[in-house]
C-alpha cells in the first residue's frame, strides 16, 4: 500500500509539472540582436554612425549606418507629426550583450544640421528585449518564439531620438527617449565643406505647406 501511494504521489507531481504552451526554451534563437533607424514622414535623415555600450561595459562602434525608414507618402494632411509606420531592426548587433546606452550621430537633411548624442536604454526596455524571446505569444503559441531582439531609433528634427522594442506579439513599443545636441563639426565631420545632399521635392512641398512640426515627436 505505502509502494502504491508512492508512485500516486510522483504521479500527481509529474502532471503538475506540465509543459508551458509558451516556453521558447527550445525555440531557435540567434545570437544577437538587431536595431533600425525610422524617420518621420517627409523629414529624411542619414546616419552617419552608431555605437553601442551594452550592459557588460563593451563599447561597440559602427554598429548601422544610412538610410531610415520612412513612408514619404503625401495625402494632404500634416502626416509628419507623430510616428507612424515604424520600421523594424535592419542590423544585427553582433558581439553586444543588451544595451545600456546607444550613440547616434545623423544628418537631418530637411534642416541642414547635425546632430549627435546618446540615449539611455532602461532596464524596463531590456525587460520586453528580454522576454520578446523568453517566450511565444499567447496569441499564437503554436509559432515559435522570436529568434532575436528588436530595437529601433526614430530620428526626428530638433535632435530627437525615441526608442521602440518588440515584445514576444511582435507588438511595438514606445520606450526610451532623448533629444541631443548639434554635432560641432557639422556633416562627416567636416570632411565634405559641410555638403547635405538636396531636399526632396516632395519634402519641400510639406514644408512649405505645413512646416516642421517641432514638439510632435
Not at 20 to 33: E, G, R, T, V
Request: glycine letters at 10%; a neutral charge; hydrophobic letters at 35%.
Amino acid at each position: 500500500m505505502k509502494i502504491l501511494i508512492a508512485l500516486l504521489a510522483l504521479l500527481s507531481i509529474s502532471a503538475c509539472k506540465t509543459v508551458d504552451p509558451l516556453s521558447a526554451k527550445n525555440d531557435p534563437k540567434l545570437p544577437w540582436w538587431g536595431v533600425g533607424f525610422t524617420e518621420p514622414a517627409h523629414m529624411t535623415v542619414w546616419v552617419e554612425t552608431s555605437a553601442v555600450e551594452d550592459i557588460k561595459g563593451r563599447l561597440l562602434h559602427d554598429v548601422a549606418a544610412g538610410a531610415a525608414a520612412s513612408s514619404n507618402y503625401e495625402n494632404g494632411t500634416e502626416n509628419a507629426r507623430g510616428w507612424s509606420g515604424i520600421g523594424g531592426s535592419g542590423m544585427p548587433v553582433v558581439g553586444s550583450d543588451l544595451p545600456k546606452r546607444i550613440y547616434v550621430r545623423w544628418q537631418s537633411i530637411v534642416e541642414r544640421k547635425t546632430y549627435a548624442g546618446w540615449v539611455e536604454i532602461s532596464e524596463e526596455t531590456r525587460a520586453i528585449m528580454r522576454n520578446s524571446t523568453a517566450q511565444r505569444c499567447h496569441e499564437t503559441p503554436q509559432y515559435t518564439a522570436n529568434p532575436s531582439a528588436s530595437m529601433n531609433l526614430g530620428l526626428a528634427p530638433g535632435g530627437i531620438i525615441q526608442v521602440w522594442v518588440w515584445d514576444d506579439c511582435f507588438s511595438a513599443h514606445k520606450v526610451d527617449r532623448t533629444q541631443v545636441g548639434i554635432e560641432p563639426l557639422g556633416p562627416d565631420q567636416g570632411q565634405y565643406n559641410g555638403y547635405y545632399v538636396d531636399i526632396k521635392e516632395s519634402s519641400k512641398r510639406y514644408i512649405e505647406r505645413f512646416g516642421i512640426p517641432y514638439g510632435s515627436w
